[in-house]
């Protein structure tokens, strides 16, 4: 990986200058820990502090000290980003809580910095860059569980040795890995100042940024800094100019329509103060969400990292560590709603747990996967079209656009049973809203959809529909298709070879309603 990652005119280069797309996941929960990966139910045992708290108070100190030391071990290994590799993926971001590196007495801790070198030394055999994530800053930037702040308070703007202390490790990160070119970038803070303090404190947080970016500059110039908007990274108020010219702004999305409309303002910006983005956060949503939110990035040319790679008991990442039988009562125990498990028997649901972690012995689920690269096996809900615009992703004669979802482009996106108006629910259920929301083509109209094949083979297409009276080709090629069942449509392909094509959907009635396009592998003749 010669060269550093790095941005020029408002775009990202690889170290050799070529244009590149970031495309990754996050290690999240490794060190940092958050409670609802772990199954704890808000407000209990959420942050780090908090569910180290509740680990001693199970098992006391020594035996706690034991299980975190083989969590670091066994949560992420070679394993795990070997798998990232092989996926796809070509970056991972690395949340990392200060606490790991640095004490209260601002002194640097080896061994935490040594795991954050392993993960380096495992992405450069893997050909993965690494974005340096500091999700938990002394005295934390959010004041909620995410940044592990002692008092649940954004103290990291209210108390000048926290600020100190902040700059201080960033300055010592920039030491350490000044000549390491798989480190992609530093990101200097995680989703600072949501809620109220978005307000309270913008100004100090463009201060901060100012001075981490000159602490850094000292002693490196040629890793590439991202900052982060407030309110989640939503919120992009404070970039009214660009503080370092090799730096790239991240935002994050979750829980929204995915759309243009709602990126746009992060496209203008970047474009007003020639910078390239990064959509640093994304994910903890269903497939349907998921596969048209990274079709959106893609289409736009915007980096992205999806959040995250393994928890415990999830549909929403790759990989699920399976719980053991114990863990309910643990879980039940921090809610208050059961029974302290004594500590022989916290002790062995523990090791069990840990047992449990390792990628092999995962759930693993290659839907998700599949959603982000739309890679089939997968289906698409038919509202999950490109985003490259009329005449390529889409053409209608007379497309009427839903007001609160993707109202720029000419596609009548209409709600099954009739429902009119309303807000939509973008929310993280198994299927969501494209069980509810129908594409209606008239009689020449067509909708197109990505896919992107592994390997050559032959696929075969079923679209959900109502009448069953559509034409289906895949890069301009007609696929032949039959009835398959009620209000089904079904085709095969001829041999695809590997790479993106593109499946598009006409009308020939005056009226086809579209839900879905499942595409797999076809069966054996």
Known sequence: MEGFV??????????????????????????????????????????????????????????????????????????????????GMNHVRLPINSRVVMDDAGELIEPGLVLIDRVIDWCRKHQLWVVLDLHGAPGGQTGTNIDDSPHRAPELFTVERYRALTIKLWRALAVR??????????????????????????????????????????????????????????????????????????????????????????????????????????????????????????????????????????????????????????????????????CARAHQTLNELLDAMPLSRCTYHPEVISAIFRRPPLTIPAFGFGFRGQGESYETAAGVPMPTFRSDDLVTIRRAGGVEGGELDWNRTPRGTADGLLVRLGPGDWVAYDIVVSSSSRFQIVVALKPPALDISIDGTRVDVESAAEATLRGTTHQLDAGRHVVRLTGLASETLVRSIEVAPAPAS
């Open 6 to 87: 790095h941005a020029s005119a408002g775009r990202l280069l690889d170290g050799l200058g070529e244009p590149l797309i970031l495309r990754g996941i996050a290690l999240g929960n490794w060190l940092l820990p958050e409670g609802y990966m772990w199954k704890f139910e808000h407000p209990k045992a959420q942050s780090p502090r908090e569910i180290e708290a509740l680990i001693d108070d199970l098992v006391g100190p020594e035996l706690a000290a034991e299980f975190w030391q083989g969590f670091r071990a066994t949560f992420v290994t070679e394993h795990d980003i070997g798998r990232i590799s092989a996926e």
């Open 177 to 342: 890995y000044r000549d390491e070119t798989v480190v992609a970038a530093y990101d200097l803070l995680n989703e600072p100042l949501p809620n109220e303090y978005q307000h309270l404190y913008a100004g100090q947080l463009r201060d901060l940024y100012r001075e981490l970016t000159a602490a850094i500059r000292e002693v490196d110039r040629n890793h590439m800094i991202s900052y982060e908007g407030t309110h989640w990274a939503t919120n992009w108020d404070i970039f009214t100019e660009a503080w370092d010219s090799n730096s790239i702004l991240q935002f994050h999305k979750y829980w929204s329509a995915p759309d243009r409309a709602s990126i746009q303002r992060y496209i203008d910006i970047g474009r007003e103060l020639g910078l390239p983005i990064y959509m640093g956060e994304g994910g903890e949503n269903n497939l349907d969400w998921i596969q048209t939110a990274f079709q959106l990035y893609d289409d736009c040319g915007i980096s992205w990292n999806f959040w995250t790679w393994k928890k415990i008991d999830t549909f929403t990442s790759p990989c699920s560590v399976v719980a053991p039988s114990g863990w309910t009562e643990i879980t039940d125990y921090a809610a208050g709603k059961g029974a302290k498990p004594d």
